[in-house]
Nanobody
């Protein structure tokens, strides 16, 4: 089992920045990829970014690269998402997820953290 706990959400004005963190615990040695997703009210869940724990390969959702940066703190088993130049359309609940080596999909999810961008 892997436990994920997000933090860092909040209210920010458009153009501002926020940094989200996701702390992983439990059987973290099984993790090969972690990612961020978001879901706005009335919309489907959207892929934001991912980080491969072997190789450090990153991927971003459409139009997010350049404003969002995903990184990992190896020592703390923490995944971060730096969000800059925030827009009102970035308002959503942001979820952290982890994929383990025996699965092809994200298996573990955090509880989510609210990000609200005021215009």
């Amino acid at each position: 089992q892997v436990q994920l706990v997000e933090s860092g959400g909040g209210l920010v004005q458009a153009g501002g920045s926020l940094r989200l963190s996701c702390a992983a615990s439990g059987r973290t040695f099984n993790i090969n990829r972690m990612g961020w997703f978001r879901q706005a009210p009335g919309k489907e869940r959207e892929f934001v970014a991912s980080f491969d724990w072997i190789g450090g390969i990153t991927n971003y959702g459409n139009s997010l690269k350049g404003r969002f940066t995903v990184s990992r703190d190896n020592a703390k088993n923490t995944l971060s998402l730096q969000m800059d130049s925030l827009k009102s359309e970035d308002t959503a609940v942001y979820y952290c997820a982890a994929r383990i080596t025996t699965q092809n999909e994200y298996t573990y999810w955090g509880q989510g953290t609210q990000v609200t961008v005021s215009s």
